[in-house]
Nanobody, 126 residues
Framework: VQLQASGGGLVQAGGSLRLSCVAS????????MGWFRQAPGKEREFVGG????????YYQASVKGRFTISRDNAKNTVYLQMNSLKPEDTAVYSC????????????????????WGQGTQVTVSS
């Protein structure tokens, strides 16, 4: 499975970005997807995730209400819509595929994810 994330960039505080992650080489529609981020000097952290069917999402508290994850299984793509961005959202954002097919929830631990994309840089200026 290969994941290609895109959509990052430089944005002012309060602005918006939409990240995309396209999967290839696997059965995308059977697996939950997660978004993680890592800022310089900090550990990777869970941002949010979406169930394989798309009917359930779960977010880290600091992004809840500002970020929205969606997926289009016909396009093998998961999205991260980020609104009201803050400087503390600056990080490299990566998408990942859950290792458990048809899991009826969202995992928030990185070890629950098997395949990872290369990441896309998001920089929010104050």
């Amino acid at each position: 499975v290969q994941l290609q994330a895109s959509g990052g960039g430089l944005v002012q505080a309060g602005g918006s970005l939409r990240l995309s992650c396209v999967a290839s080489g696997g059965t995308f529609s059977r697996y939950g997807m997660g978004w993680f981020r890592q800022a310089p000097g900090k550990e990777r952290e869970f941002v949010g995730g979406i169930r394989w069917s798309g009917g359930f999402t779960y977010y880290q508290a600091s992004v809840k209400g500002r970020f929205t994850i969606s997926r289009d299984n016909a396009k093998n793509t998961v999205y991260l819509q980020m609104n009201s961005l803050k400087p503390e959202d600056t990080a490299v954002y990566s998408c990942a595929v859950d290792r458990t097919p048809l899991y009826d929830g969202v995992h928030y631990n990185a070890y629950e994810y098997e395949y990872w994309g290369q990441g896309t840089q998001v920089t929010v200026s104050s």
